[in-house]
């Protein structure tokens, strides 16, 4: 059964420009500061939060894949890990590339997961809605943590440009 995914007037958060920033349970621990970005062709974990999940790093399978920036830099993984995310009932194994670098998102989930989730997500409502067979869900954005995440890559871009 198609159930339509809508978005309504009452949806809207007016006057921002934020990222979609999210929460999700990921593995065992509740991971915040999640970007949902459909310009990512991968879903992302830092392997700072892997550290922070207390997951050991032998779980992650040594493949290293080059992943190619808007302004065409390069970055070279650390490896690949599977997951689980849970999503509103929708339990998913879900294949992360691992990079250590250091980021203001924890995790950066990509066309993968969206498309996997068969999911919609708006910046503009600040929302993500997928079905279910419980109807359509959604998790929503959190601005606080989207605008502290500007902040935070705001310092490290004007970092950067000072050391060089």
């Not at 809508?6 to 934020?18: K, P, Y």
Request: aromatic share 6%.
């Amino acid at each position: 059964m198609d159930i339509p995914i809508m978005f309504e007037e009452s949806d809207v958060v007016e006057g921002h420009h934020d990222g979609l920033v999210i929460s999700l349970p990921v593995g065992n621990c509740m991971i915040k500061r999640i970007l949902v970005d459909n310009g990512s062709s991968a879903n992302i974990i830092m392997l700072d939060t892997v550290k922070h999940m207390t997951i050991d790093e032998k779980n992650i399978i040594n493949k290293s894949t080059m992943l190619v920036g808007f302004s065409g830099e390069t970055k070279k993984t650390s490896g690949e890990m599977t997951l689980a995310t849970y999503s509103k009932g929708i339990n998913l194994q879900v294949k992360f590339l691992v990079i250590g670098t250091l980021s203001s998102y924890n995790m950066i989930l990509g066309r993968p997961w969206i498309h996997e989730m068969k999911a919609i997500p708006s910046t503009y409502h600040q929302v993500i809605k997928f079905p279910t067979r419980w109807g359509i869900q959604e998790i929503r954005g959190d601005p606080k943590e989207a605008k502290e995440c500007y902040k935070i890559a705001l310092k490290e871009t004007s970092a950067k440009k000072s050391s060089a």
